[in-house]
């Protein structure tokens, strides 16, 4: 029983240092949304990196936004299970939704990846065939 004791004081020191590189994360996304309203810089640039998807006139989400959401529910999920003592103490409903919900905002933010690594890309591509 010793050495699931251990276990268990290991997994919650991770779990602690986890929360905090999420809240430092968290911070720095903030910090950058702040900066890029603040400054007023271009929404549209690829640090806000808007989703001209499914022909949207006024894009819906960004970069940066998503990486707060997701580092929220992250956040939150670990603050809760710490506070409750354990994963098997968080009732089902709320675990279902920290746990899973998460997993719909990274493929959100990675299709943004993907789509603005396209759009790099064509205006390479769009620019040589202008200039000729």
Not at 12 to 18: E, P
Not at 45 to 63: D, E, N
Not at 94 to 116: G, Q, S
Request: net charge positive.
């Amino acid at each position: 029983m010793e050495g699931a004791d251990e276990t268990l004081r290991l997994l919650g020191v991770f779990a602690v240092v986890l929360s905090c590189i999420f809240f430092v994360l968290l911070l720095v996304a903030v910090a950058q949304l702040v900066r890029i309203f603040h400054h007023r810089h271009s929404k549209g640039s690829f640090q806000f990196m808007y989703a001209r998807l499914a022909g949207f006139t006024k894009p819906p989400c960004s970069f940066l936004v998503l990486c707060v959401v997701w580092m929220s529910m992250r956040l939150t999920l670990l603050v809760v299970v710490l506070a409750m003592g354990g994963n098997d103490k968080v009732p089902l409903p709320l675990t279902l939704m920290f746990v899973w919900l998460p997993f719909n905002v990274e493929f959100a933010t990675y299709t943004l990846l993907v789509v603005f690594y396209c759009q790099v890309r064509n205006a390479g591509i769009t620019r040589a065939d202008n200039a000729d």
